[in-house]
């Protein structure tokens, strides 16, 4: 069983930044592939970056790509989503999710296949 805690969401302004931080329980945190996702109000959720257990991302959707960064430390249990250049189609909940695999491939960029997730964070880009 994992329980993750996303933090570091909010308001911000066209152009500024923020730094998602996704906090995993348990002691197998290094077992997992982890992923975000986010989903604006009316929208399906989709496929913002994955990382493999090992610190690998997979390719970015082509509308982050550039922008978002995520990175993890597997000592401190935790995933981030490094966002700049924000824009206000950005908005949305941010979700990071947690699936038990050793995979790097594309996989890792669809939603079903997740089998944890935590509650989301906001975030909210005016222009």
């Known amino acids: 069983q994992v329980q993750l805690v996303e933090s570091g969401g909010g308001l911000v302004q066209a152009g500024g930044s923020l730094r998602l931080s996704c906090a995993a329980s348990?002691?197998?945190?290094?077992?997992?592939?982890m992923g975000w996702f986010r989903q604006a109000p009316g929208k399906e959720r989709e496929f913002v970056a994955a990382?493999?257990?090992?610190?690998?991302?997979?390719s970015y959707p082509d509308f982050v790509k550039g922008r978002f960064t995520i990175s993890r430390d597997n000592a401190k249990n935790t995933v981030y989503l490094q966002l700049n250049s924000l824009k206000p189609e950005d908005t949305a909940v941010y979700y990071c999710?947690?699936?038990?695999?050793?995979?790097?491939?594309?996989?890792?960029?669809?939603?079903?296949?997740?089998?944890?997730w935590g509650q989301g964070t906001q975030v909210t880009v005016s222009s």
């Open positions: 999710a947690a699936k038990a695999t050793v995979a790097w491939d594309t996989s890792l960029s669809r939603f079903r296949d997740y089998e944890y």
């Open positions: 348990g002691r197998t945190f290094s077992s997992y592939a």
């Open positions: 990382i493999n257990w090992s610190g690998r991302p997979i």
